[in-house]
């Protein structure tokens, strides 16, 4: 896996003959406030929730699966992408000192690994 920016991605898109395909339901996306990641000695599970006010239950809407290297790869890419969006937005603030909410997680699927 590699992580490029749009512009980049379109270049090595035309460099390498590389066809990457964003179908409908993809482009709309997901949206996620709250992010839950864990890990194994191979790999990294970004799990992203959807928690709504005044519900007891929120519920995973997209997992992530990624190489230890590849993870990194994301961290990397995300600190290139938020040091030039604070370059022309400025500072990004994070309000007081938010707890992550403790989230119970139960597991509706029977399938195995």
Do not use: C, W
């Amino acid at each position: 896996m590699y992580i490029y920016e749009k512009k980049e991605m379109e270049d090595k898109n035309n460099e390498q003959g590389l066809n990457i395909e964003l179908n409908d339901d993809v482009a709309q996306g997901v949206y996620s406030n709250l992010a839950i990641i864990s890990h194994s000695s191979s790999e990294f599970v970004l799990d992203f929730i959807r928690i709504m006010p005044g519900m007891p239950k929120a519920q995973v809407k997209s997992r992530i699966i990624l190489t230890a290297e590849h993870a990194k790869r994301l961290l990397m890419a995300l600190n290139d992408n938020i040091e030039k969006y604070e370059d022309h937005f400025g500072e990004i603030t994070i309000g007081g000192e938010e707890q992550i909410p403790q989230v119970p997680f139960t597991n509706s699927s029977s399938g195995q690994a």
